[in-house]
């Protein structure tokens, strides 16, 4: 398996040697350690970008870390494509909205919310998976 330095790693993932530092300080990131030096193994490709992708899903590190926890490269695969499908679900229903909003001539933000929330709901029925209950019932995290 190849090994990075911090350096490199943080070159190739477009992030910062304060984050990945960071994300080993709460175990996100574990390193090996070889003749005194700190090196990340390629596996972490993937998981960081699973935690990129969770973190724009809006979950906090400390939910990232207990829904990552245990999951092989297969299985955070399988988690990243929900979480894209997800995304793309949200920008759908923001261009339902939009399109209804330029079709109506006097909504006011009153009704624009509420048509929103109307479209995410009807949205959110096929989904099932914004939630943490959500992931459990996807078994991406145990009970």
Known sequence: MEKYS??????????TLRTLRYY????LIIPVIENGRKYIE?????QLQTIQLLKKA????????????????????????DLLNIQLTNTKIMLSLIDE????????????Y????????RQNLQLQF?????????????S
């Open 6 to 15: 911090y350096r490199e790693f943080a070159n190739i993932t477009h992030t």
């Open 24 to 27: 080993e300080s709460i175990n």
């Open 42 to 46: 390629e596996d972490y490709f993937i």
């Open 58 to 81: 809006g979950y906090t590190l400390e939910e990232i870390k207990y829904i990552i926890k245990d999951k092989n490269i297969e299985e955070q695969i399988v988690m990243q494509k």
């Open 101 to 112: 909003i330029q079709n109506e001539n006097n909504m006011n933000i009153s009704k624009i």
């Open 114 to 121: 509420t048509k929103f929330l109307q479209i995410q709901n």
């Open 130 to 142: 914004e939630t943490p209950d959500g992931l459990k019932n996807k078994g991406f995290i145990s």
